[in-house]
């Protein structure tokens, strides 16, 4: 089992940044690929962005890059999420997720969830 907890939601303006971060414990981080995923009211959970068990390899929804990172201390067991110039459509409760598998998108591929964390944009 993995257990996963999110920090560093809440409210900010257009414009501003946020880091995300995702503490690990239980199994062996460095043997997960992570992944971050938000659900806003009304909506299908949806990728944002992943990492491979090394930090080599991320990928990234269309929508989030070039102003979102995904990084992991793989000795801190923490992988985060660096949001910039957010919008308020990154309005959702975001959840970092774990998977067996090298990199994934697909919420199917994730093993174990986080509880979520509120992020708030406003205009």
């Known amino acids: 089992q993995v257990q996963l907890s999110e920090s560093g939601g809440g409210l900010v303006q257009a414009g501003g940044s946020l880091r995300l971060s995702c503490a690990a414990s239980?199994?062996?981080?460095?043997?997960?690929?992570m992944g971050w995923f938000r659900q806003a009211p009304g909506k299908e959970r949806e990728f944002v962005a992943t990492?491979?068990?090394?930090?080599?390899?991320?990928d990234y929804d269309d929508s989030v890059k070039a102003r979102f990172t995904i990084s992991r201390d793989n000795a801190q067991n923490t992988v985060y999420l660096q949001m910039n110039s957010v919008k308020p459509e990154d309005t959702a409760v975001y959840y970092c997720?774990?998977?067996?598998?090298?990199?994934?998108?697909?919420?199917?591929?994730?093993?174990?969830w986080g509880q979520g964390t509120q992020v708030t944009v406003s205009s």
């Open positions: 997720a774990a998977t067996s598998a090298l990199v994934a998108r697909n919420t199917r591929t994730y093993n174990y």
């Open positions: 990492i491979n068990r090394n930090g080599g390899i991320t």
């Open positions: 239980g199994r062996t981080f460095s043997n997960y690929a």
